[in-house]
């Protein structure tokens, strides 16, 4: 979301698995934005967002702070309703972690949309839950999907490798 190219895919592949926890947890953006109430349909209407990504800001499950950010992150502006390249399929384009604020919105009810929205997000049950063991491999559709990882005990190891696909732009 913060690259001026999004990924168009991701792959995972699982050399260390923790037993309890530390599934990847995916999302699908367009079933969200399709079954989104009208009301709130309405309010993302145009608008865009701005994504972010800064080693020193972006931390745990909350929004990155815009005043804590380097001169030197990613940031990138897409429509909070991105339309997929490929299929054309409409996504809710926003993440808890990347995305910092509504262009053209003052602070407060930028934050206060983003809320509804991830509050909204939060209220959705995972696509899918994957379990890892070590030598399991996913790609996906990072457009389509959004993915998180469940917490896991810091007693135990978690290890994969990623390889990101890149969306080829015409």
Do not use: C
Not at 147 to 170: G, M, N, S, Y
Request: aromatic share 10%; no cysteine.
């Amino acid at each position: 979301m913060f690259l001026d190219t999004p990924l168009k895919g991701i792959s995972l592949y699982s050399i260390e698995a923790p037993e309890h926890g530390g599934e990847t947890r995916f999302l699908n953006a367009a079933r969200a934005f399709r079954d989104m109430p009208e009301s709130l349909k309405k309010r993302i209407e145009g608008l865009s967002a701005r994504h972010v990504y800064d080693y020193n800001a972006n931390r745990g499950d909350a929004r990155p702070d815009p005043s804590k950010l380097s001169d030197k992150v990613d940031t990138s502006v897409y429509p909070v309703v991105w339309v997929h390249p490929e299929s054309g399929t409409p996504l809710l384009y926003i993440s808890k972690l990347f995305t910092t604020e509504v262009i053209g919105l003052s602070r407060e009810e930028s934050d206060k949309l983003l809320d509804d929205l991830f509050a909204y997000l939060d209220s959705i049950p995972d696509e899918y839950a994957h379990k890892w063991r070590p030598g399991d491999l996913i790609i996906w559709d990072n457009l389509h999907l959004q993915h998180a990882r469940a917490d896991f005990p810091e007693t135990e190891r978690r290890a994969l490798r990623r390889v990101p696909i890149a969306l080829k732009v015409a």
